[in-house]
């Protein structure tokens, strides 16, 4: 089974997008960039939703470099969920490394279809 790691500072994004992707991955979740990045690594998932703006020591960008800089993590997709729209935060985020990115409010059923696309199922 994919194992999927979704972090939000939000347990409501993280509920929603459990329940949308259903029972046919393994889902770890984390509400900072800390636990994030400490269960990444442990785990080492195939794909990780992770959010942009997070409290805490590390946001989504700072996570996304040291996901991106780690050699065991360097198969793992990653799409950035953000509630901010601006066009540099994207260009910032897909430079550094994302595979995706959603601009909240978003569809669910398009974050699974993209989660699916990556994980080429």
Known sequence: MKKVLLVDDHADIRRLIRITLGENFDIFEAED???????????????IVLGVMMAGALDGLQVLGAIKSAPQLQHTHVIMVTARGQVSDYE??????????????????ALVAAIKEQLGR
């Open 92 to 109: 910032d985020g897909m430079q550094r490394g994302a595979d995706a990115y959603f601009i909240k409010p978003f569809s669910p059923l």
């Open 33 to 47: 960039g800390v636990t994030a990045l400490r269960l990444a690594l442990k785990i080492v998932p195939d794909l």
